[in-house]
């Protein structure tokens, strides 16, 4: 099973909302990451979460706040978003966290905040 | 800082030609990632290229690597429609020399046309 999953498929949220993206993967990766794709944009890594510890923030606001409460399991919290974070949210996982191979992503998350 | 640079961005391609896509990055990496993302959809791993002078191929996709030159190519041979799609390389940074952290292309959306 090489499938990550991601829920929901899509979401719009006002300003003041609070909303959580969610990401699973059953393959037995220890790694997994979070990515934000514009439109017509390569993804962007945002945080990435290695044996369930965040590794990687890349200076994403704290308006985003990541969660792995297992290995299997991603979430992404988000509050007070801006019109310019809607994007596609992409998950992703790999085998371990100490070399990356290959990633393999989810189907994402289409955000709209208005 | 690692910059990955795709060429050309955009292709349009009759049916049956042969073309290459060129992706050029700026830093010493041993690892290079090709992906392809269909319009509204998630990445989708193609080829996973870790040594200088490696070459891998599927159905109509070649890939190939030049640690030296900082170069891969992604040569399509016979087109056919299936392959429209737009195809990132990405490059692994090797961030903070553990995890790694893939920064990929601007894309190349490849059109291919009876």
Sequence with gaps: DTEVTQTPKHLVMGMTNKKSLKCEQHMGHRAMYWYKQKAKKPPELMFVYSYEKLSINESVPSRFSPECPNSSLLNLHLHALQPEDSALYLCASSQDGVRTETQYFGPGTRLLVL | ?114
């Design chain 2, 1 to 114: 800082e690692l910059k990955v640079e795709q060429n050309p961005l955009f292709l349009s391609m009759q049916e049956g030609k042969n073309y290459t896509i060129y992706c050029n990055y700026s830093t010493t990496s041993d690892r290079l990632y090709w992906y392809r993302q269909d319009p509204g959809k998630s990445l989708e791993s193609l080829f996973v290229l870790l040594s200088n002078g490696a070459v891998k191929q599927e159905g109509r996709l070649m890939a190939s690597l030049d640690t030296k030159a900082r170069l891969s190519t992604l040569h399509i041979t016979a087109a056919v429609h299936d392959l429209s799609a737009t195809y990132f390389c990405a490059v692994d940074s090797q961030f903070k020399g553990s995890q790694g952290n893939l920064i990929f292309g601007k894309g190349t959306k490849l059109s291919v046309k009876p």
